[in-house]
């Protein structure tokens, strides 16, 4: 599976949006870009994930380049409790998930 | 629905020893991965059952193996500890193989002292 670039960390103000970025510019066709985020002393927690259209669900918006080389994950609205590592994965149906290092979020208040 | 359940969440061995984790997965769910947490590898992918046969398998050695039950339920097992394989043990499950969402428990903090 290809590989993914984050930033290492990030940081936003309460209540206001937070886009954190994914570089996959050797992404194949058959890879579906996805999103997990893991809080403080927990497992991973599954956020969201697409293929070639934006996605959006309760949680967030994927946002994916038209090259599909790049993507993003929106939070419409960052609370404390969105602090966490985001993980950018790609990866082809019924291969196994590689994470990265992730992007570690703060939420300021 | 309960969530993936792990168990022990908490344990300290020695160097040497061996040491077995379970994981139960979610209700339904046939596919059982596990993976390996560091703070300086990061999370690595162990390997993965499905129907009690593994189909997956990631780089690591043979001291570290897994199985599943004929319930889903699976468990992995850490040969003649080293101090490196301190971390936390991490079980997800899924629908299928390479499910597309799959459902991690809490986690097995190992210390290997």
């Known amino acids: 599976d290809a590989k993914t670039t984050q930033p290492n960390s990030m940081e936003s103000n309460e209540e206001e949006p937070v886009h954190l970025p994914c570089n996959h510019s050797?992404?194949?066709?058959?890879?579906?870009i996805h999103w997990y985020r893991q809080l403080p002393s927990q497992g991973p927690e599954y956020v969201i994930h697409?293929?070639?259209s934006n996605v959006n669900n309760r949680m967030a918006s994927l946002a994916i380049a038209e090259d599909r080389k790049s993507s993003t994950l929106i939070l419409h609205r960052a609370t404390l409790r969105d602090a966490a590592v985001y993980y950018c994965?790609?990866?082809?149906?019924?291969?196994?998930?590689?994470f990265g290092t992730g992007t570690s979020l703060t939420v300021i208040p | 629905k309960a969530g993936v359940t792990q168990t022990p969440r908490y344990l300290i061995k020695t160097r040497g020893q061996q040491v077995t984790l379970s994981c139960s997965p979610i209700?339904?769910?046939?596919?059982v991965s596990w993976y390996q947490q560091t703070p300086g590898q990061g999370l690595q992918f162990l390997f993965e059952?499905?129907?009690?046969?593994?189909?997956n398998k990631g780089n690591f050695p043979g001291r570290f193996s897994g199985r599943q039950f004929s319930n889903s339920r699976s468990e992995m097992n850490v040969s003649t500890l080293e101090l490196g394989d301190s971390a936390l043990y991490l079980c997800?499950?899924?629908?299928?193989?390479?499910?597309?969402?799959?459902?991690f428990g809490e986690g097995s903090w190992l210390t290997v002292v």
């Open positions: 697409g293929l070639t």
């Open positions: 209700s339904g769910h046939r596919s």
């Open positions: 997800a499950s899924s629908f299928s193989v390479g499910g597309n969402t799959i459902y």
């Open positions: 050797t992404i194949s066709g058959t890879d579906y």
């Open positions: 059952y499905f129907s009690e046969t593994q189909r």
């Open positions: 994965i790609l990866r082809s149906t019924g291969n196994q998930f590689y």
